[in-house]
């Protein structure tokens, strides 16, 4: 996707970049995640072999000129902060842009951590209220797109009775019950809102001619005064389930139809096929949009180095070394090493934080994937030593499974952070 040429110019007379405040949700549990959540919070799980996940929403902010962000951590926030601030402290030299941080804190006022999302963002009104934002754009940490968040910005404008806009996709019936479903009116504000129906007559209303459904993105504009406003019930702690439903009822709540690629990563399988998707010839979602970019933090790292190796539709990360090993349709990620005879099949293996490092059981295994070993359908998380000759084939065909090693998730083998396989290890 090409953004428009003048889409953020196009609104300046009418909207100063600076009345725009962006605040990213970035605390969520992802338990559906585990256990590559296990020790990091959902949004700094990596992607594409050298991003995070939070890398994406703040690079649609910033490519669309709002370059005033919050990000709103709490569960396993360590990573997501450190990286946060390696990537974007930049951001603040001039005080007029910047990315902050903003963990959850017990205060006077409340001993509660952030409840849910519209709970969280109730929780920092006192620090939006600081920046005077006429509008507050909320965005997920952990979904895939590139959106022009100022089209969908001038699109809220557009009509001076619009209070709320909701960013909507269309998707499948078989997707709807994960989700948020809006019906709207043929000028296009909502009339119904239905949070994860469990049954397809409960949206047969809300059928688009196409067959297709229109789904909550759960991506937002709202105009400062009216957040405020439908943020008073603090026994209302979720956008979904409860703010939007009572909103369409008592405010303009509008629909901003986006017809390109969107993805939440919310399980073990979306992770695997999103990357996956990335090694298409034409993905779906981009990497390679000279215009909007995504942003992450620089390494200064060497060049890939290819040692007698075969490759085929794969991503190969800075810094990676392939010893006479095949890898087909994998996304490698940066440091990593693979030894000789080793061969990866339709797999994501994370990078290293060092070279040269060793397990941390017995500090014999180089981290990385060692010689002779064969990978398929899997994910390796950072950090992780792979002896000698390991076969994780998964030949039993489990759909869930673990030991020591390994646990499948969605019939996909995940080897967890830091884990060390001996060598001759099968499943």
Known sequence: MRFKEDSIDSIDFILRKDEVLTVILGGGKGTRLLPLTEKRSKPAVSFGGKYRLIDIPISNSLNSGFEKIFVLTQFNSYSLNRHIHRTYSSNSINQKSFVEIIAAEQTVSSVNWFEGTADAVRKVLPYIRERKPKYVLIL????????????????????????ISVASNGVS??????????????????????????DIHQVESCKQPNGSYLANMGIYI????????????????????EILPKAIREKKVKSYVYEGYWEDIGTIRAFYEANLMLTDDVPKFNLYLEKTP???RPRSLPPTKINQAVVNKALISEGTILNRCEVHRSVIGVRQYID????????????LDNYGSFDRVHGKIPNGIG???????????????????????????????????????????VVPRHTTIPDGYSI
């Open 140 to 163: 997920s940490g952990d979904q895939l797109y590139n959106m022009d968040l100022a089209n969908f910005m001038q699109t809220h404008l557009s009509d001076p009775d619009t209070e």
């Open 173 to 198: 019936e078989e997707q709807i019950y994960g989700l948020g479903i809006v019906k709207t009116t043929e000028d296009g504000f909502i009339q119904e809102f239905i949070e994860k129906p469990q």
């Open 222 to 241: 709202f105009n400062t005064k009216t957040l405020i406003e439908v943020l008073e019930d603090p026994g209302m702690t979720d956008f979904g389930k």
């Open 294 to 296: 995504f942003y992450t």
């Open 340 to 351: 000789q005879g080793t061969k990866i099949y339709d797999s994501v293996i994370m990078g």
């Open 371 to 413: 010689p002779d070993c064969e990978i398929r359908n899997a994910i390796v998380d950072k950090d992780c030593a792979i002896g000698t000759g390991v076969k994780l084939l998964n030949l039993h065909s489990y759909t869930e499974y673990e030991d020591e090693f390994v646990k499948i998730r969605d019939g996909i083998i």
